[in-house]
């Protein structure tokens, strides 16, 4: 079935360094890609996302490229703040016209910890 | 506009008492997910719903109970609450065709002593 594997956190880095959160994942046909943050004490928020093949999705210094061949879609954001700190899920959804269309799966959650 | 809003943000439950956690949501959202979060293992479904008096289950539905009477609300069951449903709940909605993405609610504590 679809699935997502994350990198195991928990990372922690310097302000100002580079990041890169690993993200692969298992389905039939062209799911679109999701990366999702959560900060202390809060819900889940959408960060980026991509619908299809070489889509890049950007937002906030963060990006993340849909890549059908290696099926990987990695986080990455060129310099990291503290305010950046938090847990990153990667997901996935349903195939289109599939009888798990609208459900996301998840991975299980990468903790980001920036010192200042 | 409040999107997808959970109530009680925190709750203390003795083994074996029941409680229902409600999840409101006004952007007119077909589909809604309870999960719960647990340290390690992620998010986890617990039940779903595709409308209106539907209801389906997830990953880990023991123990919990769900209802969907109106569209804009999904309520979240204990009927005997135990010290493994301690965790963090959250509720989630979106429209058919998930390029949306998930609205979150921002969670509840529930602790079972």
């Known amino acids: 079935g679809d699935s997502v594997t994350q990198m195991e956190g928990p990372v922690t880095l310097s302000e100002e360094a580079f990041l890169t959160i690993n993200c692969t994942y298992t389905?039939?046909?062209?799911?679109?890609l999701f990366w999702y943050v959560q900060y202390p004490g809060e819900g889940l928020q959408l960060l980026l996302k991509?619908?299809?093949?070489?889509d890049k999705g950007s937002n906030k210094g963060f990006e993340a490229t849909y890549r059908k061949e290696t099926t990987s879609f990695h986080l990455e954001k060129g310099s990291v703040q503290v305010s950046d700190s938090a847990v990153y899920f990667c997901?996935?959804?349903?195939?289109?016209?599939?009888?798990?269309?609208?459900?996301?799966?998840f991975g299980r959650g990468t903790q980001l910890t920036v010192w200042p | 506009n409040a999107g997808v809003t959970q109530t009680p943000k925190f709750r203390v439950l003795k083994t074996g008492q029941s409680m229902t956690l409600l999840c409101a949501q006004d952007?007119?959202?077909?589909?809604m997910y309870w999960y719960r979060q647990d340290p390690g293992m992620g998010l986890r479904l617990i039940h779903y719903?595709?409308?209106?008096?539907?209801?389906a289950k997830g990953e880990v539905p023991d123990g919990y109970n769900v209802s969907r009477l109106k569209k804009q609300n999904f309520l979240l069951g204990l009927e005997s609450a135990a010290p493994s449903q301690t965790s963090v709940y959250f509720c989630?909605?979106?429209?058919?065709?998930?390029?949306?993405?998930?609205?979150f609610g921002s969670g509840t504590r529930l602790t079972v002593v």
């Open positions: 997901a996935l959804s349903g195939i289109k016209g599939g009888s798990t269309l609208g459900r996301l799966y």
């Open positions: 389905a039939t046909g062209y799911p679109s």
């Open positions: 991509a619908t299809k093949a070489d």
């Open positions: 952007m007119n959202h077909e589909y």
């Open positions: 719903s595709v409308g209106e008096g539907t209801t």
């Open positions: 989630a909605s979106n429209l058919v065709g998930t390029d949306y993405g998930y609205t």
